[in-house]
């Protein structure tokens, strides 16, 4: 019997938060959107950003992660039909291949009828993309801290903000990969940084699970991976200056790099700070697109039809 189409809705993420490094992410409102029947054979058709990427059948980062999970689980592999709408950034720290790779678990879990729960769902994604806590978030929404409890399984856990946390994401040009970006890491740490940002991460939970954006100018600060990927991310440096200005609390990089976010005071207005920040780069000769986003705190959305 033929498993019926499958249609999946999944966000955009930004990891580390300045202080979490490796431990924490948050769902923004961009989203991937699949669409996927049984078929003949392999199609995509795609849409949105980056379509000619998306829409590429070779070495397609979802197509491979279905077809592989299928395959060593002694399942037949059914061809897919594709409709991909994209809205996240490819390469620039926005999660898009975390949301590429649980689609792909997403899809063998259905039309392979695995049957897998949400755990190892997020688990199997972590596991193939090394990130559980972008998976974490992109699979549940809200703000996920996460981490691996075995080869296939994440141990994750969820608290969804209340009230108004309007963002802006500056996106350069140029893309970042998460391996470049890694290997400029220490191996060691001394200990002042490392309680530095334990005490760190501990407010930034605080600030929001009890809605308490005041507290992120001091909470987003970093020792542990933002000073050693400033110089391969120049946004950030220059968005730091800019941080504590009217209206802005405080900026991190998203992921890895090499785009920024920017938290913005709940009352804000958005037009007015999208244009001073635009201007601010400018001055610094950093071409970024500015994308009004927020805090999605829903899970990822699936039908089946």
């Known amino acids: 019997m033929t498993a019926k189409p499958f249609t999946l809705t999944l966000p955009a993420t930004s ?25 003949r054979e392999f199609s995509i058709r795609a849409t949105g950003r980056d379509a000619s990427i998306c829409g590429q059948l070779e070495n397609h980062l979802i197509l491979n992660t279905y077809r ?35 689609a792909g678990v997403a899809l063998a879990n259905h039309f392979g009828r695995l049957r897998w729960e949400a755990s190892r769902i997020i688990g199997e ?26 080869d296939s ?57 009890q809605s308490r954006p005041e507290l992120l100018a001091t909470a987003l600060g970093d020792r542990m991976h933002q000073p050693y990927r400033a110089h391969l991310c120049p946004l950030l440096p220059a968005m730091q200056l800019f941080a504590g200005a009217k209206e802005i609390l405080g900026v991190a990089l998203s992921g ?16 007015r700070v999208r244009e001073k920040v635009a201007a601010h780069l400018r001055n610094h000769n950093l071409p970024a697109e500015l994308i009004a986003t927020a805090i999605y705190n829903h899970s990822a959305r699936k039908q089946r039809k």
């Not at 300045?18 to 769902?27: I, Q």
């Not at 689980?73 to 897919?80: D, N, V």
């Not at 929404?141 to 075995?150: E, H, N, Q, T, W």
């Not at 893309?175 to 470049?180: A, Y």
Request: aromatic share 4%; with cysteine.
């Open 15 to 39: 990891a580390n938060l300045g202080p979490a490094f490796d431990a924490a992410a948050l769902a923004l409102n961009l989203f991937l959107k699949v669409r996927a029947r049984a078929a």
């Open 68 to 102: 592989e999970i299928l395959q060593s689980e002694g399942k037949a592999i059914p061809p897919l039909a594709l409709h991909i709408d994209n809205q996240i950034p490819i390469g620039k720290g926005c999660g898009s291949s975390a949301s590429a790779v649980l």
């Open 125 to 150: 994604a972590a596991r193939r993309e090394h990130h559980p806590d972008n998976a974490a978030a992109c699979w549940t929404g809200g703000l996920a801290v996460a981490r691996m409890v075995g």
């Open 153 to 209: 399984e994440a141990l994750v856990a969820v608290t969804r903000p209340k009230g108004k946390w309007p963002l802006l994401l500056a996106v350069p040009n140029q893309s970042l990969s998460t391996e470049e970006a890694r290997r400029i890491l220490p191996d060691t740490y001394s200990r002042a940084d490392t309680v530095n940002n334990i005490q760190n991460s501990m407010l930034l939970l605080v600030a929001f699970a």
């Open 256 to 271: 890895a790099g090499p785009s920024v976010l920017i938290f913005l005071h709940p009352k804000a207005n958005l037009k």
